[in-house]
Nanobody, 124 residues
Framework: VRLVESGGRLVHSGGSLKLSCTTS????????IGWFRQIPGKDRQGVAC????????IYSASAKGRFPFSSDSAKKTAYLQLNNLKPEDAGIYSC??????????????????WGRGTQVTVSS
């Protein structure tokens, strides 16, 4: 199982980014996928996730309405569109996967497999 994030970079406050999570080694449409953010000294925080492979998308309060989650099964890739970015959105964004179901998918322990992350920096 392999997950590789890309798309992170430095962006000005108010700007947008699209993060990608390219996967391999498993049947993408049979796994739940989540996006998490981590800053130094803090635990990973859930940003957006699907609780089942084709189920409900769940967002954190700060992500709802700004960071739509999507996926392309044919490309085995999940996406997180980051809009109207704020300095407090900065961090390392990682994607994660688990077979079948992530019951509380905004919590990191719901997932088994992780990518290394991509750095998002937001200047004020």
């Amino acid at each position: 199982v392999r997950l590789v994030e890309s798309g992170g970079r430095l962006v000005h406050s108010g700007g947008s980014l699209k993060l990608s999570c390219t996967t391999s080694g498993f049947r993408f449409n049979q796994y739940a996928i989540g996006w998490f953010r981590q800053i130094p000294g803090k635990d990973r925080q859930g940003v957006a996730c699907s609780d089942t492979p084709h189920g409900t998308t769940i967002y954190s309060a700060s992500a709802k309405g700004r960071f739509p989650f999507s996926s392309d099964s044919a490309k085995k890739t999940a996406y997180l569109q980051l809009n109207n970015l704020k300095p407090e959105d900065a961090g390392i964004y990682s994607c994660a996967a688990v077979p079948a179901e992530a019951k509380r998918c905004l919590l990191p322990y719901s997932f088994e497999h992780w990518g290394r992350g991509t750095q998002v920096t937001v200047s004020s």
